[in-house]
């Protein structure tokens, strides 16, 4: 090899090792969870940048690639590939949070379907290391399948610097004193149990909601939507749905409802042209569902007649 082909590497060694801490950090924070721990062994300056990523994220890309790899040690060493696959999923989301020493500014984890006992444990824990690292953005996906949906610990709702939390098949019930979350600016909730009241308070509990999505989730029949800050409103639901009302959404641009059963037990006409004259600011309407076959015309020519006012 020349010298100026060691030169060249040599200045391309040095760049990236004289790169700032935060920028390696938030390099790494991009890479697949595990090829960023892998590069603590690059050297001995890289043996814990790993700790201090901002982002923990462990998708179903993850969960694919553990899988594979557990069935194939289950091949060579005759083991159970499920529970080898339980352990290592267990052991390194665990070992991340447990071990990592700096601000925790997102975290995603995509929860295979394993037993209740083993499930409930983890997450729990899981929550509590985030708490003290002041979680900003949260995802927690969980394949329930047929299982029972999994109920989030009291302290989940201490987590007060939330600026975005995405939920699936959990069951959320915020304790007496639970306050909301002040900073919030997203919430999606997909197949998650909330009794009503509890979502109303939550709602309330949230002074800059910009997002909210709600996907099949249960214990809600009436949708008392409120929110000053709201901006964007996604609904699906199946088939316990019986109303929605805009008591306080001034600033909403973007709606969309979408259900599959029949629309509202009352008068689903009135309701439903009720709903849309409180949308004076929408730019982006998306309506879908049986209710539309009866009053398509009328609903039509309401929407456009407060849409041309604007």
């Not at 696959?85 to 989301?93: A, W």
């Not at 197949?191 to 989730?217: Q, T």
């Amino acid at each position: 090899m020349s010298p100026t082909c060691i030169k060249r590497g040599r200045s391309r060694e040095d760049i990236i090792s004289n790169l700032p801490t935060d920028v390696i950090y938030c390099i790494l924070g991009k890479m697949p969870i595990r090829d960023a721990i892998r590069t603590s062994v690059l050297s001995k300056k890289w043996r814990f940048c790993h700790l201090y990523i901002p982002e923990l994220v462990f998708d179903e890309e993850f969960c694919k690639e553990l899988k594979s790899i557990a069935r194939k040690k289950s091949c060579v060493y005759q083991f159970d590939e499920y529970r080898e696959y339980m352990y290592q999923f267990d052991k390194i989301v665990t070992k991340s949070l447990m071990l990592h020493l700096d601000r925790i500014e997102r975290f995603k984890v995509c929860i295979p379907d394993f037993k209740s006992g083993w499930r409930v444990l983890d997450v729990n824990k899981w929550i509590l290391y985030l708490f003290s690292k002041n979680i900003k953005k949260l995802t927690l996906k969980h394949k329930s399948g047929h299982i029972e949906h999994l109920r989030l610990p009291p302290y989940f709702f201490s987590c007060l610097d939330l600026t975005y939390l995405k939920l699936q098949n959990f069951v959320l019930s915020p304790p007496p004193e639970f306050k909301g979350f002040p900073n919030l600016e997203q919430l999606i909730l997909i197949e998650v149990d909330l009794p009503n009241i509890c979502f109303e308070s939550i709602l309330f509990g949230c002074p800059v909601l910009e997002r909210l999505d709600l996907h099949w989730c249960s214990g809600i029949h009436h949708f008392n939507i409120s929110g000053s800050n709201l901006k964007t409103l996604r609904v699906k639901d199946d088939d316990e749905f019986e109303s929605i009302c805009l008591v306080d959404a001034p600033n909403l641009t973007e709606v969309s409802v979408s259900l599959r059963g029949e629309f509202l037990k009352g008068n689903p006409i009135s309701d439903l042209i009720m709903f849309m004259e409180r949308l004076s600011k929408v730019r982006i309407l998306h309506l879908n569902g049986k209710f539309l076959q009866v009053s398509a015309t009328e609903i039509t020519y309401r929407r456009l007649y407060y849409i041309s006012r604007c």
